[in-house]
């Protein structure tokens, strides 16, 4: 279809997908929190935080930092 001189409109879910990179890239004013907590050990807290910031580092290049409070 490119040879052809047309381009289609990208599917719904490429577009969710670049809406989503979107916000991830903007840069917020001040320091936002994000909290990944719950009672219970084991919960794959540590896992969901170091994604998170890994995606928020890669995609806002502001610096990003990870934190993980356990008591042990």
């Not at 807290?45 to 806002?60: M, N």
């Amino acid at each position: 279809m490119a040879r052809l001189g047309l381009r289609p409109d990208p599917p719904a879910e490429e577009l969710a997908e670049r809406d989503d990179f979107r916000t991830v890239s903007e840069h917020w004013a001040g320091t936002p929190p994000w909290t990944s907590s719950t009672a219970r050990g084991c919960a794959n807290k540590t896992p969901t935080v170091v994604t998170l910031s890994a995606v928020l580092a890669r995609y806002s290049g502001a610096a990003t930092v990870a934190w993980g409070a356990n008591e042990s």
